[in-house]
């Protein structure tokens, strides 16, 4: 079946390192892929858009790639602040699944002083 | 200056009770949709309206029913409530239909049925 699949464990890095976040997808192939910022009682907020044809996109101290034969799209951002920690999810169309949008579980990250 | 809004924020409900949602969106968006997000953080689409008219049901009790009077307000309204049904539902918005168009997310109303 097609998925959408993000490591579940919670990623901790130090602060002014590079966090690494993986999307991966299975069994179809994505369009385009978006990336989500969620702080804990909030509501997802829209970060990137990255179509299949592009194979990086940046927004800031954002990075997302797409890589169509790992199947894969990995969201970097660079020089990390306490202030990123967040719970972060990719989301996706999935083959036949019209205009809705579903996404991965998340990938919580904690950037520590 | 919210730019989506739902109320109430926590609901702590009974078994068996109806309640409902109200999400209202001042962008001037087309587009409104209804997510849940279970304890386990998975959001999943339940129902989307363009310009009042419903374009996605998910696979959703019929328990649930959204209302759209207008392009600017998504109701959604709970039958019976479950066990199940405890969880985070959110409201969010788009400029138009397509899957491309930003999705702008409300801040979310923590369900719990007992």
């Known amino acids: 079946s097609q998925k959408i699949e993000q490591n579940s464990e919670a990623l901790n890095i130090q602060e002014g390192k590079t966090a690494t976040l993986t999307c991966n997808y299975t069994?179809?192939?994505?369009?385009?892929l978006q990336w989500y910022r969620q702080d804990p009682g909030r509501g997802p907020v829209f970060l990137l858009l990255i179509r299949e044809n592009e194979k990086e996109k940046r927004k800031e101290r954002l990075k997302v790639t797409f890589d169509t034969t790992l199947k894969q799209s990995l969201f970097h951002i660079t020089a990390s602040q306490p202030a990123d920690s967040a719970t972060y999810l990719c989301?996706?169309?999935?083959?036949?699944?019209?205009?809705?949008?579903?996404f991965g579980t998340g990938t919580q990250l904690k950037v520590e002083l | 200056d919210t730019a989506v809004s739902q109320t109430p924020k926590y609901l702590v409900t009974q078994m068996g009770n109806d309640k409902s949602i109200k999400c209202e969106q001042n962008l001037g968006h087309d587009t409104m949709y209804w997510y849940k997000q279970d304890s386990k953080k998975f959001l999943k689409i339940m129902f989307s309206y363009n310009n009042k008219e419903l374009i996605i049901n998910e696979t959703v009790p019929n328990r649930f029913s959204p209302k759209s009077p207008d392009k600017a307000h998504l109701n959604l309204h709970i039958n019976s409530l479950e066990l199940g049904d405890s969880a985070v539902y959110f409201c969010a918005s788009s400029q138009g239909a397509e899957s491309t168009d930003t999705q702008y997310f409300g801040p979310g109303t923590r369900l719990t049925v007992l």
């Open positions: 069994n179809y192939s994505p369009a385009y």
């Open positions: 989301a996706g169309i999935l083959t036949g699944g019209g205009n809705k949008l579903t």
